[in-house]
């Protein structure tokens, strides 16, 4: 099975700020329409510790992934991203080994 997953751990005092950058960043990718981009993402709050959150991304490939993070506008986001943040993210590079659906 093939696909690659990021999770971005980090803690922020200001989600509503990342989370319009995240926003911002999806639509201009979106409108442009070039180059390699996630296949979707998920925004997330820890409900047990406050300020921390996960930003969750999914790639077709780890090889997209890594293209992915090597673009100019992606490097910009995550710069805005962290000086949002209260301190360094934690990044997670996972390998999807199988997909389950549950109706």
């Given amino acids: 099975m093939a696909g690659f997953v990021q999770i971005i751990e980090y803690r922020t005092s200001k989600p509503d700020e990342v989370a319009a950058l995240m926003e911002e960043f999806r639509a201009?990718?979106?409108?442009?329409g070039d180059g390699p981009a996630p296949v979707r993402g998920l925004a997330c709050s820890d409900r047990d510790e406050a300020g921390r959150y996960f930003a969750i991304v999914e790639f077709d490939s780890y090889e997209e992934a890594m293209a992915n993070?090597?673009?100019p506008d992606t490097t910009e986001m995550s710069e805005k991203m962290m000086a949002l943040c209260d301190g360094p993210g934690k990044f997670y590079n996972l390998d999807v080994l199988d997909r389950m659906s549950y109706s």
């Fill in 69 to 71: 993070s090597q673009r």
């Fill in 28 to 32: 201009k990718r979106e409108a442009d």
